[in-house]
């Protein structure tokens, strides 16, 4: 009889901590009354998962959990997410009247599905993550039960997001019965030396793979619960979902296509590339006719999705490097977006239109200029850190032979120059219709410091951060 082995913790470690943590916090609201309490609690047991991640790579059960410099740059983006939407919350869920202390649970948990999720080996581990995060955003998409449009947008969700499930679970089953295994790195030794580069059946899973991966990033044509489910959730749940579901899709995306399906890289660049060019265009064009700011930067959202699918499809380690250095940009550029729009909210004033942002530097100059820096960034324009996201992201398509892809991008992304950059028309070159009062706390102010800083430190000095991105990808 074989002894009991206890697997290795330590790469897990992070997790376990995780799950811990946001345990004690659900059981905490029972006890503690003062709801910013939690929110610190929910900072600190973030700090603590960032420091146990120093020393946590390795792998672990068997090859089912990996955590290497791949898993720990997105994971670093979750923990980021986190904080910036804890400190967005604090103020606006009081106002919303939803201030619960499962809110910042919930939040937790969802993350704790994301890190499952970047450092699944195994195809199991990745959906066990995929069910945990999902889950959780569900509930807080309908966080604030008395409006109809939050318990719309958490339907919506729920519906689309097990639909997406289903199509996982049905091509994990089929590349299960043709190599037996679904551990990832075993399906692509599998394939290779079986030769079975030209199945059809492999060819159908991976395309199952595509549009799973695809609803979970808001890809067109899988896109269509995402401009209402943003809309209808609560601003700092949407600006959460916007950033930690996506690099959770897209750090799933890296390693089953880059890894798992590695040989048959033409078929599934074949798939994406329609792909991407669909969600790029119709991202940039739909937002055009947006008038609620938080729909509009749900059609941008979707939009990005599709500049990041480039670096997928140029199947580099650059191109994949790239996609990480766009992923934390964009979670600083499209974090500080929203925190704006949450100060804009107050009682008896929703401050979701882009109407409402009308002369509002002639009121609020800070808060413009804030929003000018964001909308710039996320336009792309130097020397802001969008620019560089996007200069990488476009060099390293052009580099694997993707010119004319580059091309059509750049030419959405200049269409997209007109939705952002009539929010700024509308802040400094109409004159106010009433004047708004600010919602503003220390953790808004921080949220939007942090932010702000980000995107223009980046934007001049992006080495750092690319450097960082090429060191994470290097054993990938």
């Given at each position: 009889m074989t002894p009991f082995m206890m697997p290795d913790l330590g790469p897990v470690l992070p997790e376990i901590?995780?799950?811990?943590?946001?345990?004690?916090?659900?059981?905490?609201?029972?006890?503690?009354?003062?709801?910013?309490?939690?929110?610190?609690?929910?900072?600190?047991?973030?700090?603590?998962?960032?420091?146990?991640?120093?020393?946590?790579?390795g792998t672990t059960f068997n090859g089912m959990f990996i955590?290497?410099?791949?898993?720990?740059?997105?994971?670093?983006?979750?923990?980021?997410?986190?904080?910036?939407?804890?400190?967005?919350?604090?103020?606006?869920?009081?106002?919303?009247?939803?201030?619960?202390?499962?809110?910042?649970?919930?939040?937790?948990?969802?993350?704790?599905?994301?890190?499952?999720?970047?450092?699944?080996?195994?195809?199991?581990?990745?959906?066990?993550?995929?069910?945990?995060?999902?889950?959780?955003?569900?509930?807080?998409?309908?966080?604030?039960?008395?409006?109809?449009?939050?318990?719309?947008?958490?339907?919506?969700?729920?519906?689309?997001?097990?639909?997406?499930?289903?199509?996982?679970?049905?091509?994990?089953?089929?590349?299960?019965?043709?190599?037996?295994?679904?551990?990832?790195?075993?399906?692509?030794?599998?394939?290779?030396?079986?030769?079975?580069?030209?199945?059809?059946?492999?060819?159908?899973?991976?395309?199952?793979?595509?549009?799973?991966?695809?609803?979970?990033?808001?890809?067109?044509?899988?896109?269509?619960?995402?401009?209402?489910?943003?809309?209808?959730?609560?601003?700092?749940?949407?600006?959460?979902?916007?950033?930690?579901?996506?690099?959770?899709?897209?750090?799933?995306?890296?390693?089953?296509?880059?890894?798992?399906?590695g040989s048959i890289r033409v078929e599934w660049a074949a798939v994406l590339i329609p792909i991407a060019i669909l969600t790029m265009g119709v991202g940039n064009i739909v937002a055009l006719s947006q008038t609620n700011i938080k729909r509009m930067l749900a059609y941008s959202s979707i939009a990005h999705a599709g500049y990041m699918l480039l670096g997928i499809i140029s199947g580099t380690g650059d191109g994949m490097a790239s996609v990480l250095n766009y992923m934390l940009i964009y979670a600083f550029m499209n974090m500080g977006a929203f925190a704006v729009i949450i100060m804009l909210r107050s009682e008896g004033f929703k401050g979701d239109n882009i109407s409402d942002f009308e002369g509002l530097s002639k009121t609020h100059p800070l808060a413009s200029a804030l929003m000018l820096v964001f909308m710039f960034s996320l336009t792309g324009i130097p020397p802001t850190a969008g620019f560089m996201a996007k200069f990488y992201l476009f060099m390293s398509a052009i580099n694997a032979g993707y010119t004319w892809l580059v091309i059509i991008a750049v030419i959405f992304s200049a269409i997209s120059a007109y939705f952002y950059l009539r929010v700024v028309m509308y802040m400094y070159m109409k004159e106010p219709k009433e004047t708004v009062q600010l919602t503003t706390s220390p953790g808004l102010g921080l949220a939007l410091a942090i932010t702000v800083i980000a995107v223009i430190f980046i934007g001049i000095l992006p080495s750092s951060i690319v450097t960082l991105a090429r060191a994470a990808i290097a054993g990938f």
């Open positions: 901590v995780m799950t811990i943590m946001a345990l004690l916090i659900l059981m905490a609201e029972l006890f503690i009354h003062r709801k910013e309490t939690i929110a610190f609690l929910s900072i600190v047991t973030v700090a603590g998962v960032t420091y146990t991640l120093i020393g946590s790579i955590s290497d410099g791949y898993s720990l740059f997105f994971k670093l983006i979750f923990m980021l997410n986190v904080i910036l939407t804890v400190l967005i919350s604090v103020k606006y869920i009081a106002i919303e009247k939803v201030n619960f202390g499962e809110y910042y649970s919930l939040i937790l948990f969802s993350t704790l599905g994301m890190m499952i999720m970047a450092s699944a080996g195994d195809l199991i581990v990745l959906y066990l993550g995929l069910e945990l995060m999902a889950l959780s955003t569900y509930i807080l998409a309908g966080f604030i039960r008395y409006d109809i449009r939050s318990n719309e947008a958490a339907m919506k969700y729920f519906l689309l997001g097990a639909f997406a499930s289903a199509f996982l679970l049905y091509g994990t089953a089929m590349i299960y019965g043709l190599t037996g295994t679904t551990d990832i790195k075993a399906i692509s030794t599998y394939i290779v030396q079986n030769g079975l580069s030209n199945n059809p059946v492999l060819t159908l899973s991976m395309i199952l793979f595509a549009v799973a991966f695809s609803f979970k990033i808001a890809a067109v044509p899988f896109h269509m619960w995402a401009p209402d489910a943003y809309q209808g959730a609560p601003t700092s749940i949407t600006a959460f979902m916007s950033v930690g579901p996506k690099a959770a899709g897209f750090a799933v995306l890296g390693r089953v296509f880059m890894i798992g399906f």
